[in-house]
Every structure is written in C-alpha cells, then in structure tokens.
C-alpha cells in the first residue's frame, strides 16, 4: 500500500523529517530528504505555489469571495481543466456524455436510474460513508438528460471513480426528423468568477469544497474536495505555519474537454488570536486523499516521557 509524504519546506539543509502518524491507518514512517531530486521536488512545488496561489487560506476566516476571481467557481483550488460540478454533451455517435462530481462518495456508492415514465431523464444519488465526525456526512441527489420532445433514453452506462460520476447515456429518436436534436439538462455552468457556488447537488452536509475543522492542543483537520485525482497523484508540503498540496488529474477520461483538472492551495494554521500556533514542524501531519477529497490532520506529538 502506498505510502503518503510530506515534503518539508524549510528543511534546510533537508534532513528534518516529518513524523507521518497512523492518523489514516495505513502509514506511519519518518520521510527525510537529503538528494538533490527530492530538493527539486520542493523547488518546483514552491514555484508552483508562486505562480497559481493568491491567496493563503486562513481556516478561522475563510472567504468565499475574491477580489481578483477565480478559475473555477466550483473550487477556488482548481487551476486548470474541466469547470462546473456537472457537464453534459452530445457525442458523435448522438449518445450523451454526463460528468458529475461527487466528491467523498465511494466508488461503489451511487446509485441511478432513469425516468420511466418520460425516459428523459437521469436520477443519481450517493453517500459518502457513515461516521466521519469532523466534517460530517455528505448526500447527493441531482438528476440529468435529455431537453427534448423527440427523443428518449434507452441505456445507462455509469461509473463511479475518485469522486466523479461518469454516465453514457444512450438514446432513441421518437419522432422523425433530420435535425440532430442537442438540447440537454442541466445547462453547462463552469465559469470563473469572484464567488463560490455551492454545489448544487448536495441535499445534506457542507456544500463546498473545503472545510477546517479546529482539533485539541492546537491541531487542525481540514478537508479540500479534488474530484477526479487518485490518490496517489497528490503532494503535501508543509513549513513553519503553512500546508501546501498540489494534486492533479493524471489519467484524463476520454470525453473529458480541457485536459486534466489540477488542484493547487495553501491553508495557513495561524488564526485571528494573538497567540501564534506552534510550528507544523514540530507537530504530526498525516494525509491522505481518496474518492476526491483531501484529508490532512495536524496533530500534537505525543509526550514521550514518561514519570519515574
């Protein structure tokens, strides 16, 4: 099973580890970095940062407003690919193509099926799983298809992978004529803006794609949504009071238009008190990222001395 690093910033001359804890069950390892290819890795994740990122969030007072826009109004993480939480197209051979995203929901967690009585539509619904207590679960209801009169559905192909469900959608013309009928639903609403949206499918939990959760003794979890990215396609680096994570879209879907998304930020751990928080380095961070969302947790070490 892959094993999750967090490269250090500010770990000149690199070789100041990051302490991995088994906060995610499946990793627990010192990471140090002493070559000259690891060097370049932060190097180039800190050009990145440069270029892409604005803004550093502030868990206690995150905005959902920017003055100088954002790519994608569905993620103020995204800087490139596919805008919108759901697009709908016609394909050449006159089948539709549906992508939603459903960050959270496992792979096996959707369920759909298709108007019976007008076939013209496509109900889908998800979960993601029961029990998380720091941000709480998630439910996904939407529906998606055909805005016509002359044609109906027929079949459904549908599969759910890292957070984003993808459907063929088959069709039949009821009515005869020569017109190549492009009318579908919903429209088509990726665009960049200064506001979040709210994802328009949630029907229960947080609507949008990031939550911070403060944790004891100064600890942090927080949660970025990255629907489409596996989870081994992310990178975490982390200096004295910041968390920086870059993941992208690696294995772009054939019908996918814009190439693959990636997903650049930054959160910062200081908050609006007077007290500055300790230093990351000197804390525990684990991450990690599955059906589309990143988890990182910052926690306190634990005391290893023990009375005599």
Not at 59 to 77: C, D, L
Not at 140 to 166: F, H, P
Not at 236 to 249: R, T, W
């Amino acid at each position: 099973m892959a094993m999750r690093e967090c490269l250090n910033l500010t770990g000149i001359p690199y070789t100041r580890g990051l302490l991995l804890p088994p906060l995610f069950s499946h990793f627990s390892m010192i990471v140090k970095f002493p070559s000259l290819a690891e060097l370049a890795r932060s190097l180039v994740f800190s050009m990145l940062s440069f270029f892409f990122v604005s803004l550093c969030s502030e868990v206690s007072t995150f905005s959902f407003s920017y003055a100088e826009g954002i790519y994608a109004t569905n993620n103020q993480f995204q800087k490139a690919g596919p805008k919108g939480f759901i697009h709908v197209k016609v394909l050449e051979n006159d089948s539709l193509y549906v992508r939603v995203d459903l960050p959270g929901v496992p792979d096996d967690g959707v369920r759909h099926r298709v108007d019976a009585v007008r076939k013209k539509l496509v109900f889908f619904s998800g979960e993601t799983p029961v029990g998380n207590r720091r941000e709480g679960d998630r439910e996904y209801s939407g529906s998606a298809g055909l805005g016509c009169d002359c044609c109906e559905i027929t079949g459904v192909d549908a599969k759910m992978k890292d957070g984003v469900l993808r459907m063929i959608v088959s069709r039949v013309k009821v009515k005869d004529h020569d017109n190549k009928c492009t009318n579908t639903v919903p429209p088509n609403a990726g665009k960049s803006g200064r506001h979040l949206e709210d994802h328009p499918f949630v029907v229960k939990g947080r609507k949008g794609a990031f939550v911070g959760v403060p944790l004891p003794g100064d600890g942090l979890y927080f949660a970025v949504d990255i629907p489409g990215v596996r989870g081994d396609d992310v990178e975490v680096l982390a200096n004295e009071h910041q968390v920086k994570f870059y993941a992208e879209v690696k294995n772009v879907y054939e019908h996918d238009e814009g190439g693959g998304r990636v997903y650049l930020g930054c959160v910062n751990s200081r908050s609006s008190s007077s007290d500055p928080p300790p230093s990351i380095l000197t804390q525990r961070l684990g991450y990690d990222a599955e059906f589309g969302v990143l988890k990182i947790v910052i926690a306190p070490r634990p005391n290893n001395t023990s009375s005599q």
